[in-house]
């Protein structure tokens, strides 16, 4: 369908849907949120496991064809493309836009309450380098504040109540080779922000902050900087030995421009660290070594900040191959043994489980169609690495997946009843070839790896294997797919309901499918470029709210309208 973009509020079946009653998730995890009722998403994963399943259940695999648009709102600035998770508390919506944007709406009827734009000009205006657009993908949420991290790389508090900035911090240095894109998390009453910046050259970490003042709490490393500065911490101490050469000058990398997750009964954050600066480990650290800790799922204290244990996911990164992609918490049934466990879905294209309360590898099975990079995971939790990947010693080899990953910043959800993760995955390769020396250039791409056809011939590229977009429905405890859903567009995040559906941006349109069958139950065109879903009810009324829209700046007459779209039974067209 093709929805009219003008606000509908029509009556609502109220009386009927106030009938039955949500039902409390039958696994209500110990990270949850003990505050948040079924009807509201306080959480950028809903909850600190990072789920994304609400068991709100008005909307079922019988009523869904009977979605139509509740309300529509128009993003009032424009910027690369919409990442971001809407919050819901209280009837009020929360949510980022193009230019880290920060807005609240009525979450029943859309009227815009307030919008904060922080004013940050574009690249060409000496704003903030960023390699991958003007992104921003959410808010965290405590008391009566949220908040946002910023392009810029500040960390604004804003009174969620008036749009008021009641404190701001400057989370990373002078300069604009780091930047913000990530949602930042709260542990208690501590936020937690990453930053972005590794193709650049820059050296990642994630602070805590005090949530009432911004007074700085704790800071931890991923990656070592010049031993003769010496180290932080024992945990960097330890890994500088898997790092050779001086590879603190570009940085080193490891950035956590995303992922994030807590279990608050262990006090652990779980954080997932990006590829290396530069690229090329030939370059970065010319005589070899895992590179700790690129690539990895790392468990800090939540109190302290101090490192747990971590499990690389790419020992020595050569790829882009970040760990960055959407951590969750579960507690499956593995083997007749009940583990507390996370999972991942990182860029590599290998679906992890791992224990989450000591870092051990339980399994690692591939989830794309093509990962030619490695042959399997062994089970030591360490990946064969197919002849030829490692491209600086053969002179260039494509490879699958490229950069983009077959997984990227979508997050997954999951649901109970079903057992399954549902995963935005993809297909694809690229050619990998190592520049012949490394000038490391402030301000600029600095992968020491050779883009386009500037590297001259190159052997024909090989026909990628499978969908270049897709839905995945993976059993975690088996490790295997359950079902798909091909796609074509780049594609958002997945939600899964107690109503046995699944809602994903397949790139323009949303879809419910149902959570057993992969079937598909109901779309609508909202536009190019939608970000993830939520679920939420005021009232008794269930809606579902996707941000879609490509927020193309400048000449794109044609371009779709950045929107916030709401959907609920028995509305609209
Ligand atoms: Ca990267």
Known sequence: MRIAKSAVAATLGVGVLLAVPAPLSARQSPAVNPSASADEWRAHGRDATEQRYSPLDRITRLNVGRLGVAWSWEIPRRGARL??????????????????????????????????????????????????????????????????????????????????????????????????????????????????????????????????????????????????????????????????????????????????????????????????????????????????????????????????????????????????????????????????????????GFFYVIDRVTGEFLSGQAFADEVTWATHIAETGRPVEAPGARYGRTGGAWLSPGPTGAHNWPPMAWNPGTGLVYLPAKNNNFYYEMTEGLDYVPGQWNTGTVFGSAGGERPERPEVAGSPTMLVAWDPAESREVWRFPTRCDNGGALSTGGGLVFWGTGDRLVAFDAWTGDELW???????????????????????????????????????PTVWTFALDVGA
């Open 83 to 348: 990442e971001s998770t809407p919050l819901v508390a209280d009837g009020v919506m929360y949510a980022t836009g193009p230019m880290s944007t920060v807005f609240a709406l009525d979450a029943r009827t859309g009227e815009e309450l307030w919008f904060w734009d922080p004013g940050i000009p574009d690249e060409e205006q000496g704003g903030p380098s960023v390699c991958c657009g003007d992104v921003n993908r959410g808010l965290a949420m405590h008391g009566d504040r949220v908040f946002a991290g910023l392009l810029d790389g500040r960390l604004v508090a804003l009174n969620r109540h008036s749009g008021r900035v009641e404190w701001s911090v400057q989370t990373t240095p002078a300069g604009r080779d780091y930047s913000i894109t990530g949602a930042p998390r709260v542990l208690g009453d501590r936020v937690v922000i990453g930053n972005a910046g590794a193709e650049y050259g820059v050296r990642g970490y994630v602070t805590a902050y005090d949530g009432d003042d911004g007074e700085q709490l704790w800071r931890t490393y991923t990656v070592p900087g010049n031993p003769a500065d010496g180290f932080e911490s024992e945990a960097m101490r330890a890994a500088a030995e898997t790092w050779t050469g001086e590879w603190w000058k570009v940085g080193g990398g490891g950035t956590v421009w995303d992922a994030m997750a807590y279990d608050a009964e262990l006090d652990l954050l779980y954080i997932g660290t990006g590829n290396g600066s530069p690229w090329s480990r030939d370059h970065r650290s010319p005589g070899g070594g895992d590179n700790l800790y690129l690539s990895s799922i790392v468990a800090l204290d939540g109190r302290t900040g101090e490192y747990r244990w971590h499990y690389q996911t790419t020992p020595g990164d050569d790829w882009d191959y970040t760990a960055t992609q959407p951590l969750m918490l579960l507690d499956l049934e593995i083997a007749g043994r009940e583990r507390r466990v996370i999972v991942q879905a990182p860029k590599n």
């Open 523 to 561: 779309s609508a065109d909202v536009g190019r470029g939608t970000a993830s879903p939520v679920t939420y009810a005021v009232d008794g009324v269930q809606y579902v709210t996707v941000l879609a829209g490509r927020a193309v700046t400048g000449e794109r007459p044609d371009a779709d309208v």
